[in-house]
C-alpha cells in the first residue's frame, strides 16, 4: 500500500488547524477579558456626561471603534471590544485629544488600571509569541516528514488534524 505524500498545503494546512485548536481557548478568553478593560479605560478616560451625549448622537455623527488606543503607563496600548463599536467623543477629561484611528483616546498614567492594562498587554504579547513559537516548531516537524504513515508513526496523537480527507476538505 502507498502513503499519500504530504504536500507543502497540506502541512500548512496540518499546522494551522493544530495550533487554532491549541491556542482558540486561551485566546477567546484574553478577548473577554481585554473587552471588559476596554470599556473599563473607555469610562476612565471620558467623562460620563461625554459618554452619554456620544452614546446619544445619531450612528454616523462620530468616529465608532472597536479597538481603542490608550496611553498607559507612557505605552501605547490598543484594547478590541467583542462587539458594540463604542462611540469616540472628540475629547478626553484629562484633555487629551481623542478623535481619530491612530490618536490614543486618552492617558491612564498610574493607578490599579493601569498594572491591570500593562499587565494583559505583556500577556498578550506573551501568548501571541508563543503561539508563533509553536506553529514554528510543528512546521519544523512537518517538514522533516513525507507520507501520511511517517506523519502518523512521529506524531499519532495529531491524527485529527492530518487525516487525509479533512486536511483535503473532502467527507467520505
Not at 458594540?84 to 490614543?104: A, L, T
Not at 505583556?122 to 507520507?147: F, H, P
Amino acid at each position: 500500500m502507498t502513503y499519500p505524500r504530504l504536500t507543502n498545503m497540506t502541512r500548512e494546512h496540518i499546522a494551522t488547524q493544530a495550533v487554532k485548536n491549541a491556542f482558540e481557548p486561551r485566546e477567546a478568553q484574553l478577548a473577554k477579558d481585554e473587552d471588559a478593560l476596554a470599556r473599563e479605560a473607555y469610562a476612565a478616560v471620558f467623562t460620563a456626561d461625554e459618554i452619554k451625549k456620544a452614546v446619544a448622537l445619531p450612528k454616523n455623527w462620530l468616529r465608532r471603534d472597536s479597538c481603542l488606543n490608550f496611553n498607559v503607563a507612557g505605552l501605547r496600548i490598543e484594547l478590541c471590544t467583542l462587539e458594540n463599536h463604542m462611540p469616540v467623543p472628540y475629547r478626553s477629561k484629562n484633555g487629551d485629544s481623542g478623535y481619530g484611528c491612530h490618536r490614543d483616546q486618552g492617558s491612564i498614567m498610574a493607578g490599579e488600571l493601569a498594572d491591570r492594562i500593562t499587565a494583559h498587554a505583556v500577556a498578550k504579547d506573551a501568548l501571541r509569541q508563543e503561539r508563533r513559537d509553536t506553529y514554528r516548531k510543528l512546521n519544523s516537524m512537518l517538514s522533516s516528514i513525507t507520507t501520511i504513515k511517517k506523519l502518523e508513526e512521529a506524531w499519532p496523537e495529531g491524527k485529527p488534524f492530518y487525516e487525509i480527507n479533512a486536511a483535503l476538505g473532502l467527507t467520505a
